[in-house]
């Protein structure tokens, strides 16, 4: 019996097993970063420093700056998720493999209504001395980027599940177990 057989089995065995698992821990990281971070940002923060600075117009021109970075990173983790959910996509049923490919579509394009809407939104606020012009124009705008922030953290919400599904089933499928 060749003894060089068993440990190189046992290392495709490892590299196969690895693969999915470091897609997966790269997913879930992207996804409470982003998503986690945006969460706490919005329950948190926003309306910690309303309290602190006793301002709604203040606190904006403190969220204008901090939107700003959310809009990048939310754009370089889409990037990162793309090639994350495109590298898992074998065996997927046509269902999961919509709703993954569906769910990414909405927040990317929640993701570029945000950076579209964001400088309409700078054109009301100056900075110099914290003036907000034009309040119901603004407030409008404001209005549309929270509805589309609310889409793609929604969005996000059902890819997660959706991932916990389309694992669980790859899991019994190796395991050997039907649904």
């Given at each position: 019996?060749?003894?060089?057989?068993l440990?190189?089995?046992?290392?495709?065995?490892?590299?196969?097993l690895?693969?999915?698992?470091w897609?997966?821990?790269?997913?879930?990281?992207?996804?409470?970063?982003?998503?986690?971070?945006?969460?706490?940002?919005?329950?948190?923060?926003?309306?910690?420093?309303?309290?602190?600075?006793?301002?709604?117009?203040?606190?904006?021109?403190?969220?204008?700056?901090?939107?700003?970075?959310?809009?990048l990173?939310?754009?370089?983790?889409?990037?990162?998720?793309?090639?994350?959910?495109?590298?898992?996509?074998?065996?997927?049923?046509?269902?999961?493999?919509?709703?993954?490919?569906?769910?990414?579509?909405?927040?990317?394009?929640?993701?570029?209504?945000?950076?579209?809407?964001?400088?309409?939104?700078?054109?009301?606020l100056?900075?110099?001395?914290?003036?907000?012009?034009?309040?119901?124009?603004?407030?409008?705008?404001?209005?549309?980027?929270?509805?589309?922030?609310?889409?793609?953290?929604?969005?996000?919400?059902?890819?997660?599940?959706?991932?916990?599904?389309?694992?669980?089933?790859?899991?019994?499928?190796?395991?050997?177990?039907?649904?």
């Amino acid at each position: 019996m060749d003894t060089n057989v068993l440990p190189k089995a046992a290392d495709q065995r490892r590299s196969v097993l690895a693969t999915p698992l470091w897609r997966r821990y790269c997913y879930i990281l992207l996804m409470a970063a982003w998503m986690g971070g945006f969460t706490f940002y919005a329950l948190i923060v926003i309306p910690t420093a309303e309290r602190v600075l006793e301002s709604m117009r203040d606190t904006g021109f403190i969220t204008q700056q901090v939107t700003r970075w959310l809009n990048l990173i939310g754009a370089g983790f889409l990037l990162i998720l793309l090639w994350l959910l495109a590298a898992g996509q074998r065996g997927l049923s046509s269902r999961l493999r919509f709703g993954v490919v569906a769910t990414w579509t909405i927040m990317a394009v929640a993701q570029a209504a945000l950076f579209i809407i964001h400088p309409l939104m700078d054109r009301f606020l100056e900075a110099q001395g914290h003036k907000l012009h034009h309040y119901e124009q603004f407030s409008e705008m404001h209005t549309i980027y929270l509805i589309f922030a609310t889409i793609q953290w929604s969005a996000a919400l059902l890819q997660i599940w959706l991932m916990l599904m389309i694992w669980q089933g790859q899991d019994r499928e190796r395991s050997g177990f039907a649904n």
